[in-house]
C-alpha cells in the first residue's frame, strides 16, 4: 500500500467534502465552519472570525450520510489563510466505533487527495 501512496505521507487517504459544520471547545457554545476533507484519523475545516490554538482540544459535528456525528479531537496544526480565516487540522480523540468503520470503508474506496 504504500507504493500505491507513493510521495504521499497521509496515513489514511482523504475523502473531499464540502459541508457546513459546527465546533466548538468542549463545554461551549457552538460556532460554524466548513469542512474541507475528512478521514478515519480526523478532518480538516475552514473556519473564519475565531482563534483557534494548536492543542485546543474541539466537539465537532458533522454528517456522513444521512447520520450526525459528534466526535471530539485535537488541533495538530492551524494555518491562518488570511487575516479572518483559519484552515484547521484536528485528530479525532473521540469518535464512535461505528462512524470511524465506516470512514474507514468510505475513505478506502475513494481517490487520495
Same mark, same amino acid.
Given at each position: 500500500?504504500?507504493?500505491?501512496?507513493?510521495?504521499?505521507?497521509?496515513?489514511?487517504?482523504?475523502?473531499?467534502?464540502?459541508?457546513?459544520? /459546527?465546533?466548538?471547545?468542549?463545554?461551549?457554545?457552538?460556532?460554524?465552519?466548513? /469542512?474541507?476533507?475528512?478521514?478515519?484519523?480526523?478532518?480538516?475545516?475552514?473556519?473564519?472570525?475565531?482563534?483557534?490554538?494548536?492543542?485546543? &482540544?474541539?466537539? &465537532?459535528?458533522?454528517?456522513?450520510?444521512?447520520?450526525?456525528?459528534?466526535? &471530539?479531537?485535537?488541533?495538530?496544526?492551524?494555518?491562518?489563510?488570511?487575516?479572518?480565516?483559519?484552515?484547521?487540522?484536528?485528530?479525532?480523540?473521540?469518535?464512535?466505533?461505528?462512524?470511524?468503520?465506516?470512514?474507514?470503508? &468510505?475513505? /478506502?474506496?475513494?481517490?487520495?487527495?
Amino acid at each position: 500500500m504504500a507504493e500505491d501512496r507513493a510521495g504521499n505521507r497521509r496515513k489514511y487517504a482523504r475523502v473531499a467534502t464540502d459541508q457546513v459544520i /459546527s465546533f466548538a471547545p468542549v463545554e461551549a457554545r457552538d460556532l460554524l465552519a466548513v /469542512s474541507r476533507d475528512i478521514s478515519p484519523g480526523g478532518i480538516r475545516f475552514e473556519a473564519v472570525g475565531c482563534e483557534i490554538d494548536l492543542g485546543d &482540544v474541539l466537539r &465537532v459535528t458533522f454528517n456522513i450520510g444521512d447520520q450526525t456525528v459528534v466526535a &471530539v479531537g485535537q488541533v495538530i496544526w492551524a494555518t491562518e489563510t488570511d487575516p479572518i480565516t483559519t484552515d484547521v487540522g484536528i485528530e479525532f480523540l473521540e469518535i464512535d466505533p461505528e462512524i470511524l468503520e465506516l470512514l474507514e470503508e &468510505v475513505s /478506502s474506496t475513494a481517490n487520495l487527495l
